[in-house]
């Protein structure tokens, strides 16, 4: 594709309004990756655009470990990165969920120091969706919140729950949320919650719970 690199940042934004309804789904809105190269541009959906005078292609994404010290299972996670040249040529590999926290307001539970950080996926990862990365299904959260979710999420016992509830409690530091497994307990997940949704669910049935969750993922449009 034909692309001119003395355009500037508001030539490639005319280009991209020109052609982007060649590429975007309804609804879906991107945003010119001005921290990075004007002429790329990311959708709320996670998907990497790049325009020039041709028109929009879509930039192809790799698979790339990205590897926890603290997971609970000392694994590497593959997820969806992009490589993008920078103004002096280097080439730097980008995680595509952190470029859309970067571009897009997501759901946040910090509880703690704001500089320690980590975006979460909701509803797992994926690693053969191209959704997955999109602003519903990310959160951030505080680094201790987010190794406790894998515990008290993937870890299903009263005896594993009780040891860590002492270290949860602590990190949540007055807020409240909701953790919670997937049936074959590959994933898990935590959602903040409000006051009254805590004392709503504080003696609720597993059943109310579930029903509580699902609702939930299903106006993130998550499921």
């Known amino acids: 594709m034909g692309r ?8 490639y934004k005319e280009l991209f309004e ?11 809105e991107a945003r010119q990756m001005i921290n990075h190269r004007s002429h790329l541009f990311i959708t709320d959906r996670g998907r990497i655009l790049s325009v020039g005078y041709n028109g929009v292609k879509i930039m192809k994404q790799t698979l790339r470990a990205q ?15 992009i490589c993008i040249n920078s103004v002096d040529g280097k080439r730097k590999v980008y995680y595509v969920h ?5 571009y897009f307001p997501i759901d946040s539970f910090v509880t703690g120091d704001e500089d320690n950080t980590i975006i979460h996926h909701i509803k797992g990862y994926d690693s053969s969706s191209d959704n997955n990365n999109g602003v519903n299904n990310l959160i951030r959260l505080n680094q201790d919140i987010h ?3 894998h515990h008290m999420g993937i ?14 409690d602590k990190a949540l530091n007055g807020k409240h949320c909701l953790f919670y497994k997937d049936p074959d307990g590959e994933y898990a997940g935590i959602i ?9 669910l504080k003696n609720a ?7 509580f969750l699902e609702n939930h993922l299903e106006k993130k449009g998550i499921i």
Not at 18 to 28: I, P, Q, R, S
Not at 155 to 168: F, G, I, T
Not at 195 to 200: K, L, S
């Open 98 to 102: 952190l470029l859309v926290a970067e």
């Open 205 to 211: 049935t597993e059943e109310d719970k579930n029903k």
């Open 67 to 81: 590897k926890y010290s603290n997971r609970v299972n000392g694994s590497n996670e593959r997820k969806h990165c």
């Open 18 to 28: 020109k052609y982007k309804n060649d590429v975007l789904h309804e609804n879906e």
């Open 147 to 149: 190794l406790l979710s």
């Open 155 to 168: 870890k299903p016992s009263d005896e594993e729950r009780q040891k860590w509830r002492a270290k949860v």
């Open 4 to 11: 001119d690199k003395k355009l500037t940042e508001k030539e």
């Open 192 to 200: 903040p919650l409000t006051d009254d949704e805590f004392e709503r």
